[in-house]
């Protein structure tokens, strides 16, 4: 009886923690650039279009694909929301049973709420942690092959979400099981874990491959998503204050899994070792959206750590009264994000998602414009940071300069494509008169080109069209 009312309590708060992420996900502000570029590439491959040879894409393509799912059917917002709020219920399940493993649901239910909270636009670093997640509660098992092979996929799974993290991971996760932090293995036992973890490993990573190879995207690939990292480090790097309260949190965490060496080492520096690459998703942009995730990480250690310094027990009245306070403040923060939106009826993509009307109607109108213009016979490029707004008003896409940000063009000169649209005799550039301060992704150089090279010929609001001369 005693366990079946166990299942019962830890089911519920399953259940709440899915709901409110759903509330939070599905009511999110619109606007939010992040989620429209990644809503993008998600249409582009419903689209047909192929990553990296078709489009700019500079990381592992495995959020994009699974995202892209829900848009087989309804290549709507709403339905990208749903796919996100799936993905984001998963990670923050695994962040209530990560915690659960060494405490009690009492001190994982408020966690969790915590985490989802911290937590911000869905994106391939949402997929990323899923994967590192389910590695650490892996390697918490007893050894055996099925967990070493299981660990592999997983870790490639990870590698297909995020590229430099995903790597990085790969090779703790080498470490890891060489060294056998349990101490139970010995030569023989760690060859044959080694190589399944690589044959677990090898399965997703040789499917990939021949997709590269099969659709002409292989030399493309390299070039976003290494190569052009380079660039991706030095040109679009960034700090935000916001970050720092999420930095503590980790920094707290980094240090409550220290103390815990000598009396847990297996979970300790597995937690640690595998949080390291988690900790890379802060760089080159160091921001509260990316920091978060590091936060969340390096929250467990520091709720066991709780949980140890003032008992295993907490009470159940306390934890109710934590859950639901971080309930109502996510809502709250919900609710307060669409305080005056109404219901988009004019883009059949966006229908139905709350958003301020006037901002949608200028877009509307901005891609009523481009329309007419393009029925002339024109080609239309949009350089600002919310272009990809206007192909998704337009139910059309608009590859690289969807999303023309620094760092997003491989080893490729952003000028370089502006150039090519400048030769051409019946292209025509959108820009607003803000370009070079309306975003800190927008490259350098691109205003002064074009007003340069072009005379405008139209104008609407803060943008102005331009016709090179």
């Not at 059309?396 to 969807?402: A, G, L, N, R």
């Amino acid at each position: 009886m005693a366990k079946a009312d166990k299942t019962k309590r830890i089911l519920i708060f399953c259940l709440i923690i899915t709901v409110m992420t759903f509330i939070k996900v599905m009511f999110w502000s619109f606007g939010d650039l992040d989620e429209l570029w990644n809503y993008n590439m998600s249409r582009g491959v419903v689209m047909g279009l192929v990553p990296y040879r078709d489009f700019n894409m500079v990381m592992t393509p495995l959020y994009a694909f699974i995202s892209s799912i829900a848009l087989i059917v309804c290549r709507t917002l709403i339905a990208y929301r749903i796919s996100c709020s799936i993905i984001l219920s998963v990670l923050m399940l695994l962040v209530f049973k990560a915690v659960s493993e060494k405490t009690n649901p009492y001190y994982a239910l408020p966690s969790a709420l915590l985490c989802l909270l911290f937590s911000g636009v869905v994106t391939y670093n949402t997929l990323f942690m899923i994967f590192a997640l389910i590695i650490y509660l892996l390697l918490l098992q007893d050894n055996s092959g099925t967990r070493n092979f299981l660990t592999g996929l997983a870790a490639a799974g990870a590698a297909l979400s995020r590229q430099t993290s995903g790597g990085i991971l790969i090779l703790i996760l080498f470490v890891i099981l060489a060294v056998h932090l349990d101490g139970e293995a010995k030569g023989e036992r760690k060859i044959k874990d080694i190589l399944l973890y690589l044959a677990g490993g090898l399965v997703p990573c040789t499917a990939f491959l021949i997709y590269l190879l099969a659709t002409g995207a292989f030399a493309s690939f390299w070039d976003y998503c290494f190569f052009g990292l380079f660039t991706f480090g030095n040109g679009n790097g960034d700090f935000q204050i916001a970050a720092l309260p999420y930095l503590f949190i980790a920094l707290l965490g980094i240090i409550c899994d220290i103390s815990f060496v000598k009396t847990d080492r297996k979970t300790a520096i597995t937690h640690l070792l595998t949080g390291i690459p988690v900790l890379l998703i802060s760089f080159p942009i160091i921001d509260s959206v990316h920091t978060s995730y590091a936060a969340i990480w390096f929250l467990i250690p520091v709720v066991r750590y709780i949980e140890n310094r003032f008992g295993r027990q907490l009470s159940k009245k306390i934890s109710v009264f934590l859950s639901a306070v971080l309930a109502i403040v996510i809502s709250a923060m919900t609710v307060f994000g669409v305080v005056g939106c109404g219901i988009i009826r004019s883009s059949s993509e966006l229908k139905g998602v709350l958003a301020d009307g006037a901002l949608t109607d200028d877009y509307y109108n901005l891609a009523e414009k481009c329309k007419a213009y393009e029925e002339q016979g024109y080609k239309v490029t949009v350089l600002s940071n919310s272009a990809v707004l206007v192909s998704i008003v337009k139910g059309d896409i608009d590859p690289v300069f969807d999303m023309f940000n620094k760092g997003n063009f491989g080893v490729n000169e952003p000028l370089k494509y502006i150039q090519d649209i400048c030769c051409e005799d019946n292209s025509l550039i959108l820009m607003p008169d803000d370009y070079p301060t309306e975003g800190w992704q927008n490259p350098e150089g691109v205003y002064e080109y074009v007003t340069s090279h072009c005379e405008e010929v139209d104008s609407y609001g803060r943008f102005k069209l331009y016709k090179p001369v």
